[in-house]
């Protein structure tokens, strides 16, 4: 009798307008809630996902002279921008990076002069001729 009812149709006395609207109400609850434990189990999942494949990559690494050439820029902490502007520039190793000239990256869309000033520094490069020095020497 109820289930087939809502409480908006027309004829309905008073008491059954209120019963349809509390039994809406419930169900609306209900399916609140269930929409929202779904989202909850899902982001979990996908936090465990996540935690699972940065877990097999390895660790982040701060950006310093001493870092190898052979690791993925993906690795290093840069900034947002000089990430965005390496992987637009499909450089994927830190050597890559050292190699490149100071113009070509100038040349990456949002990547400015400071940007690249403090890409070379993290890396140890502050020459800006974008070459590697051959030794270090002491100042």
């Known amino acids: 009798m109820i289930d087939d009812k809502k409480s908006t149709d027309p004829g309905l006395a008073d008491a059954e307008r209120k ?29 465990e996902e996540r935690m699972g494949r940065e877990a097999a990559a390895g660790p982040m690494v701060a950006p310093t002279p ?30 890559e990076v050292r190699e490149i000239s100071d113009e070509t ?3 990456l869309p949002d990547l400015g002069r400071g940007s690249l000033s403090n890409l070379r520094m993290k890396l140890g490069l502050p020459s800006t001729d974008g070459v590697r020095p051959t030794s270090k020497t002491p100042t």
């Open 19 to 47: 019963t349809l609207r509390g039994h809406e109400a419930q169900e609306a609850i209900a399916d609140q809630e269930s929409a929202q434990k779904a989202f909850h189990e899902n982001r979990e999942r996908l936090r």
């Open 66 to 95: 001493e870092l190898p050439d052979d690791i993925p820029i993906e690795r290093v902490l840069f900034s947002t921008r000089i990430q965005n502007a390496l992987r637009a520039a499909d450089l994927k190793t830190v050597g």
């Open 105 to 107: 990256l100038i040349g």
